[in-house]
Structures are given as C-alpha cells and as structure tokens.
T-cell receptor, first 107, second 121 residues
Framework: AIQLTQSPSSLSASVGDRVTITCRAS??????LAWYQHKPGKAPKLLIY???SLKSGVPSGFSGSGSGTHFTLTISSLQPEDFAIYYC?????????FGPGTKVDIK | QVQLAESGGGVVQPGGSLRLSCAAS????????MHWVRQARGKGLEWVAF????????YYGDSVKGRFTISRDNSKNTLYLQMDSLRAEDTAVYYC??????????????GGQGTLVTVSS
C-alpha cells in the first residue's frame, strides 16, 4: 500500500499567518491527491481534489500544489475557523490511504 | 448538496456483526461511487471501502478485507456496510462519503455526521 507522511504533525499559528502543510507519498501518485479539513464532532470537509483543484464553495485562501511524491496545502491567511486537523489522501491505487494528519492550533 | 445520513451503529461484542446504512439524497445516487471511512477515538482517518456506482466492483482496506462487505441498493438510494467478525480495533465513528468525481474515484465528499460503532464485551 502507498504510505503518506505529513509534516509537520502539528503547528501553532496566529490569525493572518500563512501556513503550509506538506504531504509526501512513498511512490509516485501523479496528481491523485485530496486534502480535507476535520473538526471534532463534525464530518471531514473536502477542500482540494486532484492535488490543486479547489472544491466549489471552499474559500480561495486554500490552495494545493504538487505532483508525483510531494504535495503542499497552503492557507494564505489563517482565519479563526481554519483551526482544525488537515489530512491528505491518495487515490492513485487501492487502498486509498490517508496521511496521519496535521493539527493546526492557535498560538 | 450532498446529504448523507449514516445509521446502524451501536455496541456489539467481539466476534459479532453489525450492518451500517447510509441514506443518500440531493444527488443522483446511481451515478456516483461511494466510500466508507472511519475514525477511531484519538486517531486519524482510515479509508475502509469503495463501491462503484453500479455496484459491480468493490475495494477494501487491508484491515477489513475478508470481514467487511460494502454494498448498495440504487433503487433505495442507500449504501451499506456489513461488518462481521468485529474486533475491538474496529471501534470508531463510521462515515459514508460520495465520491466527488463519480465513477473513477478522486475524493471523498462527506455529508453526514457519522455513526459510532463500539466493539466491547
């Protein structure tokens, strides 16, 4: 199975900060990667699909990039509602593994 | 808007069985592949299974293969997860999700609050 790693595992940031989360795949996955935001007690929310396509309705402050084995999720200006855990997931081959998550909390 | 309502969770003994359901609305159910994803308390998300829009093909995560069965009834707009030989490590909140793209999987589009499965004696 393809393994995904995320860095950092957690970070503390302030409102207005630019935040970048990295996801690395154990083998090339083209652009078959999605990013999610997850808050406690709620369903995960799809942010980005196909590595860089923003889902309709998701704020434009979120962006994704990358291909092959290296991907990034960037939040251009952190908002209070953005404090959450962020996961990447690959869709290149079964099983569709998730990364371990990156917790973004308030500094 | 994708609306999904998971049900069927509860407490079951190790070795027991449970069937989860996911009622879908707000989209043409028969046009989209569907996923199950779970999250154990304090752990990350784990992909469990996927079924094609026509029900013709299923795929499973390594930890549930041979024990869980995903199925669907397109006439009832409902997705199922039959869970057999349950273990303590299957304890989790289970979410169903529509595949974002449709037939060829691309992302999980969640729409419900999940259902809690607890495996305990």
């Amino acid at each position: 199975a393809i393994q995904l790693t995320q860095s950092p595992s957690s970070l503390s940031a302030s409102v207005g900060d630019r935040v970048t989360i990295t996801c690395r795949a154990s083998q090339g996955i083209s652009t078959d990667l999605a990013w999610y935001q997850h808050k406690p007690g709620k369903a995960p929310k799809l942010l980005i699909y196909e590595a860089s396509s923003l889902k309709s309705g998701v704020p434009s402050g979120f962006s994704g990039s990358g291909s092959g084995t290296h991907f990034t999720l960037t939040i251009s200006s952190l908002q209070p509602e953005d404090f959450a855990i962020y996961y990447c997931q690959q869709f290149y081959s079964y099983p569709f593994t998730f990364g371990p998550g990156t917790k973004v909390d308030i500094k | 808007q994708v609306q999904l309502a998971e049900s069927g969770g509860g407490v079951v003994q190790p070795g027991g069985s449970l069937r989860l359901s996911c009622a879908a609305s707000g989209f043409t159910f028969s046009s989209f592949g569907m996923h199950w994803v779970r999250q154990a308390r304090g752990k990350g998300l784990e992909w469990v299974a996927f079924i094609r829009n026509d029900g013709g093909k299923e795929y499973y995560g390594d930890s549930v293969k041979g024990r869980f069965t995903i199925s669907r009834d397109n006439s009832k707009n409902t997705l199922y997860l039959q869970m057999d030989s349950l273990r303590a490590e299957d304890t989790a909140v289970y979410y169903c999700a529509r595949d974002f793209r449709g037939v060829i999987p691309a992302a999980c589009d969640f729409g419900g609050q999940g259902t809690l499965v607890t495996v305990s004696s």
